[in-house]
Structure formats: structure tokens, C-alpha cells
């Protein structure tokens, strides 16, 4: 049996990824030559939230009924009309098709993780090891969101019919992964029993590693990264003139890119009984808050960047490390509560992205500085609580 039978899952992953994050380093353009408010465009990045929950709650438990191939099929077709959706460029579209993208990256989270991380083992790949599937998930995603962002804006400054041509690209991407998914084995062979209702629920949520140490990081891992590439960007806007898109595509990158570069580390230094990668992604995390309160003070464009690199690598290894604790909890029970779980997981995650929604609408009653310096210390409470947690074995 071929060994990388997981590539093709692993590349509609990464086009998924490429959809949700291509729209991020157009905020400036959209706000610059449609009128938007800062509240509007960031509000175009919660509808994707509001699709990528129920995407990610409810796909993992028709994924464990119908398999996983279907659903990815589903998921990756859903990425594709998303695009078309915000080629129209009325707001409408853009409202609509951020909608579709957060159910097409919901899906590809909770059941494209899942589907990799069974083709990552036993029978389909004998010779990787037990955190292959994990990595190569979250790799995926994050090079889709990296390399998203960054063709996006690049071809949005530089290219002919800036507000459709990054979106054509995306859309060949997606049709050919969508051909490639044809030939993946199914990875579910035993349809899971009972209702739909049933198959919602997640025990293992009430695993108490899950709830001491996975859900006080959670938030961070895509509220870190929000605010690098969603916030950062309106802080030093004022200084960069013409180039806030190029500026805005640069970190973007910078910031993903590193957190693609930190993932094989968050392997060595995972830790069942101390959550070692956990506690190490949170002390990143609320330095990198604390230098984006400072990016506030000093508008420094430079710093931005500096910041966008040390929150990047907290994403990263949060990201994975994540994954590797909830596919531990799931094992538990069988591996039964792993798209569910993985969905919950990410859910809690990208609640973190609505971050620099909150802060664009409460803007008007404190400076950015300040606010940044409240979200820093809420950063290193979590991470306490984390540290209060993190010798307690796994078992319950």
C-alpha cells in the first residue's frame, strides 16, 4: 500500500487553509477602496468564525457517521464557492462567502485532522510515528494559511483586478485538490452508531487535562496570530503610506511562516506529565501581547514584524502541541471522541480570532496600548492556570 496516501487529504487541508487566510492582508485594500470601517472589516473576519464553528462541531460527528472522505470532498467543494462568492466583491458576497470559507476550514480541521492523522498510521502508514498525524495536519494548514495570505497580497498590490485575481488562484488550487481526493482510501470503515444528537457529544471534553490545560490555551493559538496580522497592521498603518498591503502580506507570512518552522519543535518538547509545549507556547504568547502593546506605543513597523515573528512561533507550537493532547484524551476511549474532540478543540481556538473584533469595537473608550496591556495580562493568568495543571498525569 502507498505510504503517502495521506498527501492528497493533507494538500485539500492546505487549499482550505489557503481560502481562509487569503482574505486577512486585503483587510487594508477592502478598507481603503470599499469604504469599510476598521468595525466592518474586522467583522468580515467574525462571519468567518460564525461558519467555522458549526463546521467544526458538527462535521466531526457526520464525518465519524458518513467517513471522512465525504465530508472533505464537501468541505474542499464549499472552499472553492467561497472564493466565487468574494470575486462578486459586494458586501453581501464578502459577508457570504467568509461564511462558506469558515465551514469549509471548520471541516478540514476537525475531520481533515482526523483523516490524516488515520492515514498516518496502521495500515496505511506502518512506519510513522504516533505524532505524524498531528504534524502533518497542522502543517497543512498552516503552510495553506501562510502561502494563502502571502500570494494573496502580493498579487493584490502588484496584479491586474486586485480584488479577483488572488482568488482565481485559490480556485485552481482547490479544483485540483478536489481530483486528487478521489483517490484516498476511506480511513472510517465502521460507521459510528446512534443519532446525529448522540454523536454530538463529547465526553472526552470533561477530561480534566482537557479542561486544566488544553482550554486555557486554546483561545491563544489563533488569538495570537489575529494579532499580528489583523491588529498589527492598523497600529502602524499611519507610517507605511502606500505600502500597507505589502506590509500586512509580509507579516502575515513572517508570522506563519514561523509557525510552520516551530512545529517540529513543539514535538520535542511535548511532555504527557508536564505539558512542557504548552507552557512554552503560553510565556511566547504573553511576551509577544506585551510587545504588541508596545508596537501600539511606539508605532514601530520594524517591532511590528519583530512581534509578528514571537507570537508566530507561539501559534506554532501551541497548534501542535494542542493536537497532541487531544489525540492522547481521545486514545483513551478508543480514538471514538477524536474528530469530535479535535472540533471542540479548534472551536475554542479560533474564538481567539474574534479578538481583534473586540478590540476594534471597544477602541473608542481606551487606547490600543492599554487594551493590549489588559489582553497580556489575561494571557499570563491563562498561563498560570496552565502551570497550576501541568503536572497532573493524563489518566483521569
Known amino acids: 500500500m502507498n505510504r503517502r496516501t495521506w498527501l492528497p487529504a493533507v494538500f485539500a487541508m492546505f487549499c482550505c487553509g489557503w481560502g481562509g487566510n487569503q482574505f486577512t492582508p486585503l483587510l487594508l485594500l477592502y478598507r481603503r477602496t470599499g469604504g469599510y470601517s476598521?468595525?466592518?472589516?474586522?467583522?468580515?473576519l467574525g462571519t468567518y468564525v460564525v461558519g467555522l464553528v458549526p463546521g467544526l462541531l458538527v462535521a466531526g460527528a457526520l464525518s465519524d457517521r458518513h467517513g471522512r472522505k465525504p465530508l472533505m470532498l464537501v468541505g474542499t467543494a464549499l472552499s472553492v464557492v467561497s472564493s466565487l462568492f468574494l470575486m462578486v466583491g459586494q458586501t453581501w458576497a464578502l459577508y457570504g462567502g467568509r461564511l462558506l470559507t469558515g465551514v469549509a476550514v471548520g471541516i478540514a480541521m476537525a475531520v481533515g485532522t482526523s483523516w490524516v492523522k488515520e492515514l498516518s498510521q496502521p495500515p496505511f502508514d506502518p512506519a510513522a510515528d504516533v505524532?505524524?498525524?498531528a504534524r502533518r495536519a497542522a502543517m497543512g494548514l498552516t503552510l495553506g494559511f501562510g502561502l494563502g495570505a502571502g500570494v494573496a497580497g502580493v498579487l493584490a498590490q502588484w496584479g491586474p483586478h486586485p480584488t479577483v485575481t488572488p482568488y482565481v488562484v485559490h480556485v485552481v488550487l482547490a479544483l485540483a485538490a478536489l481530483s486528487l481526493l478521489r483517490a484516498v482510501p476511506e480511513s472510517r470503515t465502521a460507521p459510528a452508531a446512534g443519532?446525529?444528537?448522540s454523536l454530538l457529544k463529547v465526553p472526552?471534553?470533561?477530561h480534566r487535562r482537557f479542561l486544566r490545560v488544553v482550554l486555557p490555551m486554546a483561545p491563544w493559538v489563533f488569538g495570537s496570530a489575529g494579532i499580528a496580522y489583523a491588529v498589527t497592521p492598523q497600529l502602524v498603518g499611519d507610517r507605511l503610506g502606500n505600502w500597507g498591503l505589502a506590509y500586512a502580506t509580509l507579516l502575515t507570512v513572517c508570522t506563519l511562516g514561523t509557525g510552520a518552522l516551530v512545529q517540529p519543535l513543539a514535538k520535542r518538547l511535548d511532555s504527557v506529565s508536564t505539558a512542557r509545549a504548552i507552557v512554552v507556547a503560553m510565556v511566547l504568547m504573553s511576551a509577544g501581547v506585551g510587545l504588541s502593546a508596545v508596537v501600539a506605543d511606539v508605532g514601530s513597523p520594524w517591532l511590528g514584524l519583530l512581534d509578528g515573528v514571537l507570537l508566530g512561533a507561539a501559534y506554532g507550537i501551541a497548534v501542535v502541541s494542542g493536537l497532541l493532547e487531544i489525540q492522547r484524551i481521545a486514545a483513551l476511549s478508543g480514538g471514538a471522541d477524536l474528530a469530535g474532540l479535535t472540533g471542540v478543540y479548534y472551536a475554542a481556538a479560533y474564538t481567539?480570532?474574534?479578538?481583534?473584533?473586540?478590540?476594534?469595537?471597544?477602541a473608542g473608550l481606551a487606547p490600543y496600548v492599554v487594551l493590549l496591556g489588559v489582553v497580556a495580562l489575561v494571557t499570563l493568568a491563562c498561563t498560570a492556570v496552565v502551570l497550576a495543571s501541568s503536572r497532573r498525569h493524563l489518566p483521569a
Do not use: C, N
Open 195 to 197: 443519532s446525529l444528537w
Open 204 to 206: 472526552a471534553v470533561a
Open 131 to 133: 505524532s505524524a498525524g
Open 352 to 362: 481567539g480570532f474574534l479578538l481583534p473584533t473586540v478590540l476594534a469595537a471597544v
Open 38 to 44: 476598521t468595525v466592518e472589516v474586522d467583522l468580515f
